[in-house]
Structure formats: structure tokens, C-alpha cells
């Protein structure tokens, strides 16, 4: 096992950031436990000289929990359903998968 892959499991491990999930591909079953990471960072924009401000959600899943997220995937976190859109984006060092989503 290398440093970061032990840096990351630890950072998931870390009840004050990561969560207990359920994923599953488009929505349906089988489900799988997936410990997730929720970031919402704004995201700024331009349109001419007007500046606009939008919310994300981002999640961070890793790897060896999810191989392949896609679009329309779901991430349960509780009561919230979280829908995957986009294309995940994978970190440097092929750990972690970053997917934009928005509650269902």
C-alpha cells in the first residue's frame, strides 16, 4: 500500500468528512456501500461583465469502492438521492473519482 492510498483511506475514515452512502448504476439495484466525500463549492462565471455565481455539489468516491460512475448513477445519503451528471474525473494518482451531481 502506498502513502496516499493510506492518506485517502483516511481522510474517508474521517467522520467529519466522509459519509456512509449507497451507490447504484442508473438508479437501480444491486446497491453498493460506497463512503463518500460531499464538497459544495460555488462555481463563478462570466456573461460579459456580469458575474454569476452558481452552487455544485461535488462528490469524491473512491476507486476501489466504485470502478466506473457514469451519468445517471445514483448516490444515496440518507433520505437524499443524489443523481451523477457528467463525466467523473479521476485524481493523479487514480485513487479518488470526483462526479458533479444533483439531488433527485
Do not use: C
Not at 6 to 21: K, Q, S
Request: glycine content about 6%; cysteine-free.
Amino acid at each position: 500500500m502506498n502513502v496516499f492510498k493510506e492518506a485517502m483511506d483516511a481522510l474517508f475514515a474521517d467522520p467529519n468528512l466522509g459519509i456512509d452512502t449507497v451507490y447504484r448504476v442508473s438508479g437501480a439495484d444491486p446497491a453498493v456501500p460506497a463512503r463518500v466525500i460531499l464538497r459544495r463549492p460555488d462555481r463563478v462565471g462570466t456573461l460579459g461583465e456580469t458575474r454569476i455565481v452558481t452552487e455544485t455539489l461535488l462528490i469524491d468516491v473512491r476507486v476501489s469502492e466504485v470502478a466506473a460512475p457514469a451519468d445517471g448513477d445514483t448516490i444515496e445519503a440518507g433520505r437524499t438521492v443524489f443523481v451523477i451528471q457528467g463525466e467523473p474525473i479521476r485524481d493523479a494518482e487514480q485513487l479518488v473519482w470526483t462526479v458533479e451531481a444533483r439531488p433527485q
